[in-house]
């Protein structure tokens, strides 16, 4: 049974577009379980229906045609309980819909299974034969399982746009991606996959400029391919056993194959550029041996792939044809993004971020939110590289993007850019205006940082200081550790700009979903690993050393304040302070005029925030870091996207854990700022005024929605919202009450961002 599932897996895996995916799975299916009939039903969520789109058995000319409604015969039944649905002789089931052009008059067993995928139903999987029975236990798990699978491939179909083509023709064109909403905007430019051909199904179409030169980068390629293989095999293989010392012989082989070369160089010479012709090549000899029985041949496909990547990778190093110039602003499309794929692109030309991984809360999200940049996360894995070039729109509030849209579609998003373009405007009038409550309360209202590029955003964007500057920016961008001096020289800078106003330098933060490219840490959970303060008390060196350059580039302007991150422990806090006397010691003995600055702890674990008190007897202010905080204390990963949905920093857990933090810093006399994205979110910035924050840290572009949100409200109204928001058991609850508060004070076209 495993092996037939195996090569059925296989087998649609290999096929080259949805519809014979889908052949393929009912025809294999009923093949390995004897059966009369199988067929595929796949939702049309624009007309709420379900449309056969495979069948083996029944009637082929049906198939697109027939349209059932959601709640018609066993399939919508299937759909409804979400559960497998064994029948002995359907035709006498009170559901049964009796379809004449499928001409199943013959069939009585049943067996229908849906197909879902992160909770939504996509569609329904059934089988039928002619004899009265039911299906075994072992049959109907064989299909839950082929389901499970099946739903996978038409999750990303659906991403990709091919089950709406499939469903309905007539709309072919535009296709929409429905992703994770990462930072909020709408963006229109042109797709632009940095490291575009890492992988062999990331390698787009193109037409060959210059067959000559593409022939001759190819074997370049192949060389230096073949003096890679020998120089391994010379190394290696006096300390390999035969079994492994036979791999370079078969690379040597493959290399020399006289067909997979012509095979290229016939496809280049046909018109393709020479990653394309060589993607196509290695393809077509992987799908020959995957399905070959003899298990030795499957087993060199994955050698075949290995081997088409190394060749690929040399072709990236060649002088091939170069990528068109982009005419309009790119949007950047990755798996995974790094502020070195960010900062190698003019911040004139970027229009927004695409990433196929994380989530809302993911490190690429929140750099995004902080330089204004529309960004949509968690599309899952799509060849999206094979679109470079195209058109695309970004909208990151509904965490959808387009490709090739139409100009109907263009236009409309044209609109709804200058109309967000003109809100900015009019709210540049608060630039030089407090974040003070109609009845006068005064709050600081801070802006984030990371790199030295955001000093003129901040400043613009009228906040009253940096209230967290993310200093691993610095360390993300560069090949090794930054040295004393180069951090003197960022910092010093920072805190020049912004003077007198203070500045929040969070001490390295690394680990998590932050990395450093030359100091690489393989972890099997990285959230709950060795990051932040652990990382950085465990290095000393690298610690005093940043230390040492914050204290030198505040002398002579004393607007520094540091924080450290990830605290766990109060030892972790008696720990740094010492070190931090230490570093204070060192530069006065080498005759430096270096002051103590304000220190800080971020409250980000569940261990802290319940030490709250305590930590604060030690430091001269708390931070309360809400993102992390609120992945930790749900339990929930903010770069998982099957579990996104759960991550809601208005969780009511969330709000008395917040309450709780301020609480206890006041009493030990110590001010509480919040940092995060909640302190962007204008309902919940003032639902947190109310709550007696004494400070708040949002990301630049979000400053000014902010500070219009709590000039709207005053002080008693936003203590009444907090104290019915803390009374309140869902946070979709509290998520109504903010935006209904946000509506009666005149703020709706922030609902609609927000909501």
Not at 33 to 47: G, K, P, Q, S
Not at 375 to 381: E, R, S
Not at 708 to 713: E, L, N
Request: hydrophobic share 45%; net charge negative; charged share 20%.
């Amino acid at each position: 049974m495993l092996e037939t599932l195996r090569r059925i897996v296989q087998d649609v895996s290999a096929a080259p577009d949805l519809p014979s995916a889908l052949a393929v799975t009912v025809n294999r299916i009923r093949d390995a379980m004897r059966v009369a009939a199988c067929t595929v039903y796949l939702v049309d969520e624009d007309n709420r229906e379900y449309v056969l789109m495979a069948t083996a058995g029944l009637n082929p000319q049906a198939i697109g045609q027939i349209r059932l409604d959601r709640q018609q015969g066993l399939i919508g039944l299937v759909a409804e309980r979400q559960e497998p649905l064994n029948l002995e002789d359907a035709p006498h089931h009170p559901r049964f819909y009796p379809v004449r052009e499928v001409e199943e008059d013959a069939y009585h067993a049943f067996l229908g299974v849906p197909l879902i995928q992160y909770r939504r139903v996509l569609g329904v999987l059934t089988v039928q034969h002619t004899t009265i029975r039911l299906f075994q236990a072992s049959e109907v798990d064989f299909l839950v399982t082929i389901a499970a699978q099946l739903a996978s491939t038409l999750n990303h179909a659906i991403l990709s746009g091919a089950t709406q083509e499939l469903l309905n023709p007539l709309t072919i064109g535009t296709r929409a991606l429905q992703g994770v909403a990462g930072a909020s905007g709408i963006a229109i430019g042109a797709v632009t996959v940095p490291h575009l051909l890492a992988d062999l199904d990331d390698v787009p179409d193109r037409p060959a400029l210059d067959p000559a030169m593409e022939e001759a980068a190819f074997h370049a390629a192949i060389a230096a391919v073949e003096q890679e293989v020998r120089e391994a095999s010379e190394q290696l293989t006096p300390l390999l056993p035969p079994t492994e010392q036979a791999l370079f012989t078969v690379y040597r082989m493959m290399l020399s194959s006289d067909t997979l070369l012509r095979d290229t160089l016939e496809r280049i010479r046909a018109g393709s550029w020479a990653p394309a012709a060589w993607r196509d090549a290695i393809r077509s000899r992987v799908r020959l041996l995957e399905q070959a029985e003899d298990p030795y041949l499957s087993a060199r496909a994955e050698d075949i792939r290995d081997l088409g990547r190394r060749v690929l990778h040399r072709l990236r190093a060649q002088p091939a044809q170069a990528s068109e110039p982009i005419t309009e602003r790119c949007v950047l499309v990755a798996e995974e993004m790094s502020v070195a794929h960010l900062a190698a692109v003019p911040s004139d030309q970027l229009a927004g971020i695409v990433c196929l991984r994380g989530s809302a809360l993911s490190h690429v999200a929140l750099l995004a939110r902080a330089m204004g940049i529309p960004a949509v996360l968690g599309l899952g894995d799509r060849p999206l590289g094979r679109f470079e070039g195209s058109t695309i729109i970004v909208d990151g509030y509904q965490g959808r993007v387009y490709l090739n849209p139409d100009a109907t579609m263009r236009k409309e998003y044209q609109q709804l850019i200058a109309a967000e373009a003109e809100l900015t405007a009019e709210l540049r009038s608060l630039r030089e205006q407090a974040a003070m409550t109609r009845d006068g309360y005064r709050i600081p209202l801070y802006a984030k940082a990371g790199l030295l590029t955001d000093i003129a955003m901040v400043t613009d964007s009228g906040a009253d200081g940096v209230g967290l500057y993310r200093t691993e920016f610095a360390f993300m961008v560069r090949e090794s550790f930054p040295s004393e001096d180069e951090q003197h020289q960022i910092y010093q800078q920072m805190l020049t700009a912004f003077s007198p106003r203070p500045v929040v330098m969070r001490t390295l933060d690394i680990g998590g979903d932050k990395t450093l490219p030359y100091f690489n840490i393989e972890e099997n959970n990285p959230f709950l690993g060795w990051r932040g303060m652990r990382f950085t008390l465990d290095h000393p060196d690298i610690f005093l050393t940043q230390l040492r350059a914050m204290l030198r580039a505040n002398a002579g302007v004393d607007n520094l304040r540091i924080l450290f991150p990830m605290i766990t422990t109060v030892e972790e806090v008696d720990e740094a302070l010492r070190l931090l006397e230490r570093a204070l010691q060192e530069l006065r003995e080498e005759g430096w005029s270096v002051t103590r600055p304000e220190i800080g702890v971020m409250i980000e674990i569940p261990s802290a925030a319940w030490q709250a008190g305590q930590l604060a007897q030690r430091v001269d202010f708390l931070s309360v870091g809400t993102n992390d905080l609120t992945q930790y204390l749900l339990a929930v990963d903010r770069d998982n996207a099957r579990v996104a949905g759960l991550y809601d920093n208005l969780h009511p857990s969330m709000l008395k854990a917040i309450a709780y933090i301020i609480a206890e810093g006041h009493r030990a006399s110590r001010p509480v700022n919040l940092c995060g994205e909640m302190a962007a979110d204008p309902g919940a910035a003032v639902l947190l005024l109310g709550m007696g924050v004494d400070s708040l840290s949002a990301g630049a572009v979000s400053v000014p929605k902010v500070k219009w949100a709590i000039r709207s409200f005053t002080l008693a109204e936003a203590h009444e919202l907090a104290c019915r928001a803390l009374l309140l058991a869902t946070a979709k609850e509290v998520r109504q009450l903010l935006n209904d508060a946000l509506r009666q004070v005149g703020l709706g076209e922030i609902v609609r961002e927000y909501a």
